[in-house]
């Protein structure tokens, strides 16, 4: 039998948290999906360790204990947590319907918190079945403690906040992090910018970019190729590490709401709504600009606030 609830919220991190703390409270019962093999439920703080910038906690806190602390609010109200991955969505029908591998559920109002995921490069050597997972990641807070990177020369590529941000945490393991960047200029902010160009354990590769990943069974080299030169190096490496941005988790909704061309949902400036009526979108995957768990948390809330009127005015019909 197909499920009929008020409210659906899809995603898991600091939006759809906050997102369900405010439906609870506001005795909407809302059905959370967390997700299960799409990525770790709990979205990208899972992966990070100390958050140093989330109101409240003066002495910082961990991503995954900010996570379970938002998650026990949530349900200490009366939020129902599923497991699962939503694998699609009709929008075009009300009730919406949502369904996972498992159950089908009709829902009155949606919110989609479904983050974002970190982007990876098509590098030989660097696949799934290659050397992924043995060297080479998307996440140097997540991994970058891990013994094969100890005091070995580690690749960082890109030129983001991010890149300079996981060089210098790398810079606690490895003995020495390169910056691969493809221009001669970063794009991160100046005072990240700024650290890595005091820091003597990262040396930036401008204008370069990584063409190859070889190994036996974990990384030991990378090819680096010289953009303005032409001249491709192999140096010795025992890790490769992705900072070159994120992909938003929209691709369950193809067709069925309005997008950006990058694949963020579009919302209309200043609010949580969608080009659909009873649909709502809050934090990064319709977010490609500020990207914080505050701000996620924030439009989390927004959405609950909105998604809450917009049943009670469909009420008072
Ligand atoms: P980003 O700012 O979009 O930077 C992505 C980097 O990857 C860029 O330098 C880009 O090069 C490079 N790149 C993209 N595609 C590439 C390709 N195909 N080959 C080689 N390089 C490629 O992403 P981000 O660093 O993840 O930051 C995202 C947002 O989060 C930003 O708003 C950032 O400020 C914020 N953030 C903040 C902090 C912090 O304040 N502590 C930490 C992390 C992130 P180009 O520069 O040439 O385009």
């Given at each position: 039998?197909?499920?009929?609830?008020?409210?659906?919220?899809?995603?898991?991190?600091?939006?759809?948290?906050?997102?369900?703390?405010?439906?609870?409270?506001?005795?909407?019962?809302?059905?959370?999906?967390?997700?299960?093999?799409?990525?770790?439920?709990?979205?990208?703080?899972?992966?990070?360790?100390?958050?140093?910038?989330?109101?409240?906690?003066?002495?910082?806190?961990?991503?995954?204990?900010?996570?379970?602390?938002?998650?026990?609010?949530?349900?200490?109200?009366?939020?129902?947590?599923?497991?699962?991955?939503?694998?699609?969505?009709?929008?075009?029908?009300?009730?919406?319907?949502?369904?996972?591998?498992?159950?089908?559920?009709?829902?009155?109002?949606i919110?989609?918190?479904?983050?974002?995921?970190?982007?990876?490069?098509?590098?030989?050597?660097?696949?799934?079945?290659?050397?992924?997972?043995?060297?080479?990641?998307?996440?140097?807070?997540?991994?970058g403690?891990?013994?094969?990177f100890?005091?070995?020369?580690?690749?960082?590529?890109?030129?983001?906040?991010?890149?300079?941000?996981?060089?210098?945490?790398?810079?606690?393991?490895?003995?020495?992090?390169?910056?691969?960047?493809?221009?001669?200029?970063?794009?991160?902010?100046?005072?990240?910018?700024?650290?890595?160009?005091?820091?003597?354990?990262?040396?930036?590769?401008?204008?370069?970019?990584?063409?190859?990943?070889?190994?036996?069974?974990?990384?030991?080299?990378?090819?680096?190729?010289?953009?303005?030169?032409?001249?491709?190096?192999?140096?010795?490496?025992?890790?490769?590490f992705?900072?070159?941005?994120?992909?938003?988790?929209?691709?369950?909704?193809?067709?069925?709401?309005?997008?950006?061309?990058?694949?963020?949902?579009?919302?209309?400036?200043?609010?949580?709504?969608?080009?659909?009526?009873?649909?709502?979108?809050?934090?990064?995957?319709?977010?490609?600009h500020?990207?914080?768990?505050?701000?996620?948390?924030?439009?989390?809330?927004?959405?609950?606030?909105?998604?809450?009127?917009?049943?009670?005015a469909?009420?008072?019909?």
């Open positions: 039998m197909t499920e009929k609830v008020k409210l659906i919220i899809i995603g898991s991190g600091p939006a759809g948290f906050t997102a369900a703390l405010y439906a609870a409270r506001a005795n909407l019962a809302p059905l959370l999906f967390e997700g299960f093999y799409s990525g770790p439920a709990g979205g990208q703080l899972m992966t990070t360790t100390d958050v140093e910038n989330y109101p409240g906690f003066p002495e910082g806190i961990s991503g995954p204990e900010l996570m379970e602390k938002l998650r026990k609010q949530a349900e200490k109200f009366g939020t129902k947590v599923i497991s699962e991955d939503v694998i699609s969505c009709d929008l075009k029908t009300h009730p919406f319907v949502v369904r996972t591998s498992n159950a089908e559920y009709q829902a009155e109002s919110i989609i918190a479904t983050g974002a995921s970190a982007k990876t490069l098509d590098i030989p050597g660097t696949h799934e079945g290659e050397f992924w997972q043995k060297g080479v990641t998307a996440c140097a807070v997540c991994d403690a891990a013994p094969i100890r005091n070995q020369p580690l690749y960082v590529i890109g030129g983001g906040d991010s890149a300079c941000e996981e060089s210098l945490f790398l810079t606690n393991y490895g003995s020495k992090i390169y910056l691969v960047h493809r221009r001669d200029e970063l794009r991160a902010s100046k005072i990240m910018a700024n650290r890595v160009k005091r820091n003597h354990k990262i040396e930036v590769l401008w204008d370069s970019v990584v063409t190859r990943v070889e190994g036996d069974h974990i990384v030991r080299s990378v090819t680096v190729k010289n953009l303005k030169t032409g001249v491709e190096e192999k140096r010795e490496a025992a890790g490769l992705f900072a070159v941005g994120h992909t938003p988790n929209t691709a369950f909704l193809s067709g069925q709401i309005e997008l950006h061309d990058n694949g963020y949902i579009k919302v209309h400036p200043g609010t949580t709504l969608t080009n659909i009526k009873g649909v709502f979108a809050a934090g990064d995957c319709a977010d490609f500020y990207r914080q768990a505050i701000t996620a948390a924030g439009t989390g809330c927004m959405a609950a606030l909105e998604a809450e009127r917009w049943l009670s469909r009420e008072e019909q």
